[in-house]
């Protein structure tokens, strides 16, 4: 009987410690650290560690050329960027606005600010990228780049 008491009063106490934990644990991680280490990966140019974030079913939103976005596997991503960052020297890239848009699964973007100049040319290209994310499997996944002009 004093058993069945003891348990009737500690469950809930229990509960109250260990289910915020357990919740935790389900929220996805800040999108701010997600978006600024896409920023440094912008930075140095790593297109392959860029799409290396890409989702399970390795298919990313890609927009680089203002053509339209165009839903391509990774190792196309990947060419395009190492495309684009051949015909650029970085000068900046810096995360900007970050926003959780909700869903199933939980859906949000960020943007990057990048200031970057052709190769042998002095003036410098200011530039958004928009960097589109989706939580999958305990993280953030990259879904979607398109760059802005």
């Given amino acids: 009987m004093k058993i069945v008491r003891l348990v009737s009063l500690f469950l ?26 896409i920023a440094r990966l912008w930075s140095r140019g790593d297109a392959d560690a860029i799409v290396a974030l890409a989702p399970e079913d390795g298919r990313i939103v890609l927009d680089l050329a203002g053509d339209g976005p165009g839903e391509v596997q990774e190792r196309h991503a990947s060419a395009a960027l190492r495309g684009l960052f051949a015909e650029r020297e970085n000068v900046s890239v810096r995360p900007r606005q970050v926003t959780i848009s909700g869903g199933s699964p939980v859906r949000g973007f960020g943007e990057l600010t990048w200031v970057a100049r052709p190769r042998g040319v002095s003036d410098t290209l ?14 953030w996944r990259l879904r979607e780049l398109r760059v802005l002009r």
């Fill in 12 to 37: 809930p106490l229990i509960a109250l410690v260990l289910l915020p934990r357990a919740l935790a644990a389900q929220q996805p991680a800040p999108l701010e650290n997600f978006v600024a280490n």
């Fill in 126 to 139: 200011s530039s958004i990228v928009y960097v589109g994310a989706v939580w999958e499997d305990g993280a």
